[in-house]
């Protein structure tokens, strides 16, 4: 059985401060806070398509920030599919600095299954410049307690943020994968209309990395999380009209994960000395392997790297066999 997200999304909601990338409207494309009968509706509807196992899903806002009798309303309405067996359980996403143990017992008791906290980064430079209202111990010690309370938990990560690094990234993979969480979500940072990173790129005081570049990032990134065996659930943001109407820089691509995993793939070439190798990979991706209009096959050329790709459907997707 397949595993599906019904997704309920809050925009904005409890928020305690702007983030200097955050306009949730846009990201979520929601501009109504949904109520409870909103909520039963979108479970009746999902639990119609069969072969799914689903757990609903409270995105877009802070949702433990939120005025309490409304969070209790969207989850009461939420319960009900859980305590019948018709859904697996409640995620919801939240900040670090609105965890505590009156609040996980709470969601205890709703039946929340999964905790997804907005890290960003875990870099305290990073989260001041970006306006978080929160530091890096505060990820930290929610993550502890969730832990502790047996939810599931989940890290965001985002690159490319005002004053970020590379380095500083690769630091934050570090310190969020000895978190132990269940699973990570990877946004590279988009500039969006009506943020603060919008006056700082208008104003030519931040550089936010491009789809290539962050795609580059991302490829150092992933494995990182692979062999720690943390499951990486999103990489980049999902497509919509909204982003692309209010966009104006950073690291968003249709296809991001496939950009990430083309890299990836091209890595594995560019650890080995430049000489004529035969690549061996599965049809399916072949396409992922020679890259978009062919750009990994140029850039080795480039390097002075001379390859035979040979299809071979013994191989996994994405596996790659290098002789």
Excluded: W
Excluded at 11 to 21: D, K, L, R, T
Excluded at 29 to 52: C, E, F, H, M, W
Excluded at 193 to 198: S, V
Excluded at 287 to 298: T, W
């Amino acid at each position: 059985m397949k595993k599906g997200n019904i997704s309920i999304f809050v925009p904005h909601e409890g928020c305690p401060c702007a983030c200097s990338f955050c306009n949730q409207k846009t990201i979520t494309g929601a501009q109504t806070s949904p109520n409870a009968q909103d909520v039963i509706n979108a479970v009746n509807t999902a639990l119609k398509r069969k072969g799914y196992e689903y757990e609903i899903a409270f995105f877009g806002g802070s949702f433990t920030a939120i005025e309490r009798d409304y969070m209790l309303e969207l989850l009461g309405a939420a319960r009900q599919f859980v305590e019948k067996g018709q859904v697996k359980g409640i995620r919801i996403s939240t900040r670090p600095d609105c965890i505590d143990k009156d609040i996980l017992d709470l969601l205890k008791e709703y039946g929340v299954t999964s905790i997804e906290l907005g890290a960003q980064s875990m870099d305290d430079e990073v989260l001041l410049a970006n306006r978080r209202g929160h530091n890096a111990q505060s990820v930290v010690d929610a993550s502890e307690l969730i832990k502790s309370y047996g939810f599931e938990l989940g890290l965001q990560m985002m690159t490319g943020l005002y004053k970020d690094t590379t380095e500083k990234a690769i630091e934050t993979a570090k310190k969020i994968i000895a978190l132990s969480p269940d699973t990570v979500r990877i946004y590279p940072t988009v500039v969006l209309k009506g943020t603060y990173l919008a006056q700082l790129y208008l104003s030519e005081e931040y550089k936010p990395l491009n789809p290539d570049d962050s795609a580059e990032l991302c490829a150092q990134l992933v494995p990182m999380f692979e062999e720690a065996g943390i499951k990486i659930i999103r990489l980049g943001l999902h497509s919509s009209k909204d982003i692309k109407d209010n966009m104006l820089a950073g690291g968003f691509h249709d296809s991001f994960g496939e950009l990430v995993k083309s890299r990836i793939m091209v890595n594995k070439i560019l650890e080995l000395p430049p000489a004529d190798y035969q690549v061996f990979v599965n049809p399916r991706s072949l396409s992922k392997l020679k890259g978009n209009n062919k750009s990994n096959i140029y850039l080795l050329i480039e390097r002075g790297y001379n390859i035979k790709i040979i299809t071979d459907n013994g191989l996994d997707v994405d596996e790659l066999r290098i002789k």
